[in-house]
C-alpha cells in the first residue's frame, strides 16, 4: 500500500459543477499538505498548501485537511473547462527531511 | 522569473547511449530533486539533494547518477540508457520556507 492514495479517475462534470477531489494517507507523521494541478505536457505548479488540520480558500478553490481520518480534499466551486488538468495531492514531514510525497493524481476534465 | 530550468526538452537516446539531464533554479533553494513519471505511476523520486554537496538515493535510483554542481544546479545521468528509462523527468527544487516548485519536464524516448 502506497503512503499516499489518490484516486486516478478521470473525473468528468459539467461546467458550474462543484468538484471534489481527495486524498488518503497512513503516515500520521505528515503536517504539510499540498495541491499540485499539472496541464498537459507542463510540470506540476502549486496550487495550494495548508498546515495541520483545517480548511483553507483561495478564490473558487478550497483546501480541506482532516488528519483524524488522514483525508485531504480540494473543492472546485463554479468548475470551468479552464480547469481540466490533473491534479496531484502532496504532503510532508514538518521535521527533518522536507521531501513531498505525491500521489498518483486525478485526472479532471470539465465539459462546456 | 525563470524558476526551475531543466533542458533539453527533448531527447531520443538509442539503448546503451549515455546523457545528462540539465536542471538549473534561480530561487536560492538548498534542496533539489529528480522525479520521473509514467503513465499510472504519478511523480517517483528517483534523488535528492537537500543541501549543496550532498546527494541520497529515492524511491527508484538504479540506473542513474546525479551530481549537485553548485546551489543553483543539480544534474541527472543515465550511463546506458534502457527503454524502461523512458519517462517523462522533472526538477524541482525548494526553500525552508516553501514547497517545490518544478521545471517544465525533459520528455526523454529511449528506442
Known amino acids: 500500500q502506497k503512503e499516499v492514495e489518490q484516486d486516478p479517475g478521470p473525473l468528468s462534470v459539467p461546467e458550474g459543477a462543484i468538484v471534489s477531489l481527495n486524498c488518503t494517507y497512513s503516515?500520521?507523521?505528515?503536517?504539510?499538505f499540498m495541491w499540485y494541478r499539472q496541464y498537459s505536457r507542463k510540470g506540476p505548479e502549486l496550487l495550494m498548501y495548508t498546515y495541520s488540520s483545517g480548511n483553507k480558500e483561495d478564490g473558487r478553490f478550497t483546501a480541506q485537511v482532516d488528519k483524524s481520518s488522514k483525508y485531504i480534499s480540494l473543492f472546485i466551486r463554479d468548475s470551468q473547462p479552464s480547469d481540466s488538468a490533473t491534479y496531484l495531492c502532496?504532503?510532508?514531514?514538518?521535521?527533518?527531511?522536507?521531501?513531498?510525497?505525491f500521489g498518483r493524481g486525478t485526472s479532471l476534465i470539465v465539459h462546456p | 522569473n525563470a524558476g526551475v530550468t531543466q533542458t533539453p526538452k527533448f531527447q531520443v537516446l538509442k539503448t546503451g547511449q549515455s546523457m545528462t539531464l540539465q536542471c538549473a533554479q534561480d530561487m536560492n533553494h538548498n534542496s533539489m530533486y529528480w522525479y520521473r513519471q509514467d503513465p499510472g505511476m504519478g511523480l517517483r523520486l528517483i534523488y535528492y539533494?537537500?543541501?549543496?554537496?550532498?546527494?541520497d538515493k529515492g524511491e527508484v535510483p538504479n540506473g542513474y547518477n546525479v551530481s549537485r554542481l553548485n546551489k543553483r544546479e543539480f544534474s541527472l545521468r543515465l550511463e546506458s540508457a534502457a527503454p524502461s528509462q523512458t519517462s517523462v523527468y522533472f526538477c524541482?527544487?525548494?526553500?525552508?520556507?516553501?514547497?517545490?516548485?518544478f521545471g517544465q519536464g525533459t520528455r526523454l524516448t529511449v528506442v
Open positions: 539533494s537537500a543541501s549543496e554537496g550532498t546527494t
Open positions: 503516515n500520521s507523521a505528515f503536517q504539510y
Open positions: 502532496a504532503m510532508r514531514k514538518a521535521r527533518g527531511s522536507y521531501i513531498p510525497t
Open positions: 524541482a527544487s525548494s526553500g525552508q520556507n516553501t514547497e517545490a516548485f
